[in-house]
């Protein structure tokens, strides 16, 4: 929606919005807490409430829709979709991909043990619990801080569930740390960090885990095991951006970031095909996928006003950086170029390097960074040098 | 001597409030959280209630404004106990005083009737 109606702002007047969902707005459409929109509207909305704002102004736009529609198949120019109507091809210049994520699930991180009902993702819980109405237990573990798990462990307790911790392998959450304080903090519920659960107890339904400590190859420590009796465990053990269509396409990905590999237009590697938001890569923030589909429409308007590309310089993830999108940049640059890039660990007073070969090209120097937030850097054009390899690296102490 | 991570905004800033005075914040916002924090903790409250002839079972609602931390179980309560009728517009007012609060429950989302 955010690229819809920036494409509409400027001046695409034919713009088709796909979704499979009966309604528009993907996952903010369950995301009922608080906390959306600070940067793009200055006010704390809730997701859905956020979602909403787009969805009336794709109505004032009078911006086409097709919900309960599945994209089957799409080539450049072309999408293939299906829906109660049949199947329908549309012919589209540009095809901006905004598919969003995935939760990995059990079978991701093989945990072993029984395969009872109970075990859910946090997201597919969040699901029951906020809009199908069903609580999925009342004595629950969760697995893995992140923000969808930490969010989970406020809901179920506000639901009248008893969440017994939440289980972090890695020796710091990925969470925000204001979700730690008010869904964790604020319920006394314990953040157990550098713990995992080594075993699913329970046959029809699940009867409790058995949760260990880990060393520093997060290896379970033997004789640290104990047992917590619950009825529901969670997983929110990290997203996957969802790529089957970009793959189909032939689009160009990125091995870490698990999206497509993109130029400042958010243009993947297959001509007038563009993409944006979580299936490029996982963003901590809706607001920062809104400003990042916003730069896509105007990659992809660019486009249809000028078919044509540029000669391409690869940007390379250097040092204590795991990957920055984008993964090349256009040449000459036009305009300043924003780069969103993520930190291998946790760092205090990071210097962010961008060089060209041997030359340094911009320093940028924050307080801290930690791999759970990303990190924008903001590149002037005339910076960006009109040929070579770019490389962005970070240095800092270890926190 | 008091420390909290700040909940106003992503940032999460690490605050201390040290008779009266608020330091390691980055905002007004922050620092009037903190003193609010340490006397009167209130939280923005975002749940679900009943809706009935709609195109869903729930809509999710929120509290216009941060309630006492204290009446959270109240408020909840209070919002089990409703029942709203489709169609609903996003801002609606579902309650005017959420359990003696004084503080509105709106509707975070618009639903069609069916």
Request: hydrophobic share 45%; charged share 25%; glycine share 10%.
């Amino acid at each position: 929606m955010g690229a819809a109606l920036e494409a509409r702002r400027l001046g695409v007047g034919d713009i088709l919005v796909i979704e499979r969902d009966k309604f528009l707005g993907g996952i903010l459409q369950q995301c009922i807490h608080n906390g959306f929109g600070l940067h793009l509207f200055g006010e704390e909305l809730t997701g859905v409430e956020y979602a909403q704002r787009f969805i009336d102004a794709m109505q004032r736009e009078g911006i086409a829709v097709m919900t309960d529609t599945m994209v089957m198949e799409a080539e450049p120019g072309m999408v293939r979709a299906v829906n109660a109507d049949g199947v329908h091809e549309i012919q589209a210049r540009a095809i901006i991909l905004a598919m969003g994520c995935r939760e990995r699930t059990r079978g991701a991180i093989n945990i072993p043990g029984s395969r009872p009902a109970g075990v859910y993702t946090a997201g597919a819980a969040q699901r029951l619990i906020n809009i199908e109405g069903f609580l999925p237990g009342r004595r629950a573990v969760i697995l893995g801080s992140g923000d969808i798990g930490l969010i989970m462990a406020r809901r179920l307790t506000l639901e009248g569930a008893k969440v017994e911790a939440v289980a972090e392998i890695m020796p710091w959450s990925n969470g925000l740390a204001r979700n730690i304080a008010q869904c964790l903090d604020d319920f006394n519920i314990p953040l157990l960090l550098s713990h995992t659960v080594v075993e699913i107890h329970g046959h029809k339904r699940l009867e409790g885990v058995t949760l260990a400590r880990v060393d520093d190859n997060l290896q379970p420590i033997p004789g640290s095991e104990r047992y917590i009796p619950c009825d529901l465990l969670l997983l929110s053990v990290g997203l996957i951006p969802e790529n089957e269509l970009s793959r189909q396409l032939g689009v160009a990905m990125d091995p870490v970031s698990q999206g497509p590999v993109v130029d400042q237009y958010l243009h993947t590697s297959v001509d007038g095909v563009f993409a944006c938001g979580n299936v490029v890569h996982v963003h901590d923030l809706v607001d920062f996928v809104t400003l990042e589909s916003r730069r896509a429409a105007a990659g992809a308007a660019r486009w249809l006003a000028r078919p044509k590309r540029g000669r391409c310089i690869p940007l390379k993830a250097g040092d204590n950086v795991s990957y920055v999108v984008p993964q090349r940049i256009s040449v000459p640059a036009e305009e300043d170029v924003t780069l969103l890039l993520r930190v291998r660990r946790p760092l205090r007073k990071p210097e962010f390097i961008l060089r060209s070969g041997e030359e340094q090209v911009l320093r940028r120097v924050r307080p801290v960074a930690l791999p759970a937030e990303m990190v924008e850097i903001k590149v002037p054009a005339a910076a960006i040098p009109g040929a070579g390899e770019l490389e962005i690296l970070c240095r800092g102490e270890k926190r | 001597m008091k420390t909290m991570t700040c909940i106003v905004c992503p940032m999460g800033c690490r605050l201390t409030v040290d008779s009266g005075e608020v330091s390691g914040h980055r905002c007004n916002r922050g620092r009037d959280w903190a003193l609010a924090e340490v006397t009167n903790p209130v939280r923005v409250l975002t749940t679900t209630v009943a809706l009935e002839g709609g195109e869903l079972e729930l809509l999710p609602v929120r509290t216009l404004a941060p309630v006492p931390k204290a009446k959270l179980r109240d408020c909840l309560r209070h919002a089990n106990r409703l029942r709203v009728k489709a169609p609903v517009r996003m801002g609606q007012v579902i309650c005017p005083d959420l359990a003696g609060t004084g503080v509105q429950l709106t509707a975070a989302r618009s639903v069609a009737k069916i």
